[in-house]
DNA sequence: TTAAAGTTTCAATAATTTTTGAAAGTTTGA
DNA sequence: TCAAACTTTCAAAAATTATTGAAACTTTAA
């Protein structure tokens, strides 16, 4: 394969995926591009590699850098600002559960432990409900441990952890 | 808070959170209707709890029993097919790790196996584009890895492993 | 068989999400 | 201070995704 294509079908593959970790296309394009360009890139380069909009560019370029997984560099003596992503992929793999416990699982915790808290009038319904409830919680609070482990750790954690569970 | 508030509430945040998880709202709030049941519900029944169609009902239980977590039943001396859902929050989790796996991960290590084997014409370009793509394959694979380990392992091993992490 | 009960399919429609592009806003060098 | 270079905003349009509902299909009891 050559290069060109293998860099399409990467960009590509790597933006359908972004729509299960939660982000879109075009945000998980730009990040595709920026993670395997060995230099910053500008808004137009952004722009002419992907044949996306200004304004789209502009939008999740500052959502990536939301995220913590792309940052504002300057050239000296050069106006434009470029762009650069995360190259170190345990790090971005540690932001990512970062954002997600952060966005995602501690709201949830927080719906659950508020609604697994009615009366127990004694009903099956509301027995059932206090059940399951209780232990989703407890399920999204392991998971959620687990992914602070990560985030806390230096960053080869996930690595490591995985070799001593072979032994 | 009342049961009626309760229950309302958990539907409604379990069904958006479900786009996170991969599936879209309906079959997300069908799941958690399910999962708080103590009795096996008819499809009228779903229908009704969550004003949808039938066929909208219909299209999500089948995608539900997919994937594994949801099973039809039914009630001696009736025609009509009842659901419900996999009631042990463990095995659900497994159930979940073990699809995800299959339907996003797998795929994904193929691609990147795929475009991180083109060869390096010596430019800083396909020396990153190698790089990165190889360095991703080797995150994703342990990702798996640990996914596979939650799978195949007795239904609690997330939280013996969560205590074991801790000491 | 038959017809009633129940389920599935899918084209049309609705709802939601993403993208565009031009105007407004900001920054900076002279 | 000005104006060129650049970035952001956001209402409108496009694209995508989900939902409906009625017709087609399937199953079963008599």
């Known amino acids: 394969m050559e290069y060109k294509d293998a860099k399409d079908k990467f960009i590509q593959t790597w933006g359908s995926l972004g729509s299960l ?17 060995p230099e910053p890139l500008s808004m137009e380069d952004v722009m002419e590699e992907l044949h996306i909009s200004r304004g789209n560019t502009s939008m999740n370029l500052r959502q990536l850098i939301d995220w913590g997984i792309v940052f504002k560099t300057s050239k000296a003596g ?3 600002e470029y762009f650069t992503s995360e190259k170190d992929v345990n790090e971005l793999a540690r932001q990512i559960a970062r954002e997600r ?3 995602e699982i501690q709201p949830t915790l927080k719906v659950l432990k508020e609604v697994s808290n ?3 009038n004694g009903t099956a319904e509301t027995k059932e409900f206090i059940k399951q409830t209780k232990a989703l919680h407890e399920l999204a609070d392991t998971a959620d441990s687990i992914l602070n482990r990560v985030v806390n750790q230096e960053s080869n954690w996930l690595t490591k952890t995985f070799i001593k569970l072979l032994k």
Chains 1, 2 share one sequence.
């Open 21 to 37: 970790w939660g982000i879109n296309k075009a945000m998980a394009q730009i990040h595709a591009l920026l993670l395997i360009s």
């Open 101 to 103: 416990s952060r966005r």
């Open 78 to 80: 050069e106006r434009k």
């Open 118 to 120: 009615i009366e127990d």
